[in-house]
């Protein structure tokens, strides 16, 4: 009979596994957070933000702080989590889901050893991460100048093209035209 009630199910159509609420908090011993959350097809979600932990629900922490990817069921249970970063401090600041069915992460980064040849130098670059649903790293890349940069927002524009929002406090390599001594920065490419 159960696997009856599974197999005539449509998608979108109640899932007996999971009973549509639930209350969780997920983390380590140190400081975890959440910035963006993503329902997934199988009727999960994928949500991104940042840890400091490496133990209880936090594994493979390169460093200070990672950005943090999880991977939950409908009822909450964790079915895979991942860190991207370097030893430095790494932070997320949002998250969205491309026309290809990817995702897009971005934020800033202060850990050089993420990739050393393309870190820009001062206080932290931009960064921003593509990754597949499983989340597995696609592409990284890194956009700055020799002072501080970071990424709040992302989203997809024409042709495929993205668009990324932040602010510079650099005016040399990728940042050209700084106005004073923090500037709002639009990037498209």
């Known amino acids: 009979m159960g696997l009856l009630l599974l197999t005539s199910c449509k998608k979108g159509d ?19 957070g959440a910035k963006s959350i993503f329902a997934t097809p199988d ?12 133990d209880q629900d936090v594994s493979g ?8 990817l999880v991977k939950i069921a409908c009822n909450g249970r964790i079915q895979w989590q991942k860190t991207f970063g370097g030893t430095g401090y790494d932070n997320l600041y949002s998250m969205m889901k491309t026309s290809d069915g990817n995702f897009v992460l971005c934020g800033e980064t202060r850990s050089q ?3 050393p040849l ?4 001062g206080a932290g670059d931009a960064w921003l991460v593509k990754i597949d649903p499983s ?15 970071w990424l709040y927002s992302v989203i ?14 650099s005016n040399d390599k990728d940042v050209i035209g700084l106005h004073g001594y923090g500037d709002a920065w639009i990037m498209r490419f």
């Not at 922490?61 to 943090?68: C, E, I, K, P, Y």
């Open 135 to 149: 989340g597995n790293q696609q592409l990284q890349k890194l956009f700055g100048g020799t002072d501080e940069e």
């Open 43 to 54: 009727g999960g979600y994928l949500f991104a933000g940042w840890a400091y932990s490496n």
């Open 61 to 68: 922490n390169h460093g200070r702080s990672d950005v943090w």
């Open 113 to 115: 050893d993420i990739d």
């Open 156 to 169: 997809e524009g024409p042709n495929k093209k993205f668009i990324t929002i932040g602010i510079t406090f």
């Open 14 to 32: 109640f899932n007996p596994f999971c009973d549509g609420q639930f209350n969780k908090v997920y983390g380590g011993s140190q400081d975890e």
């Open 118 to 121: 393309n870190y820009k130098g």
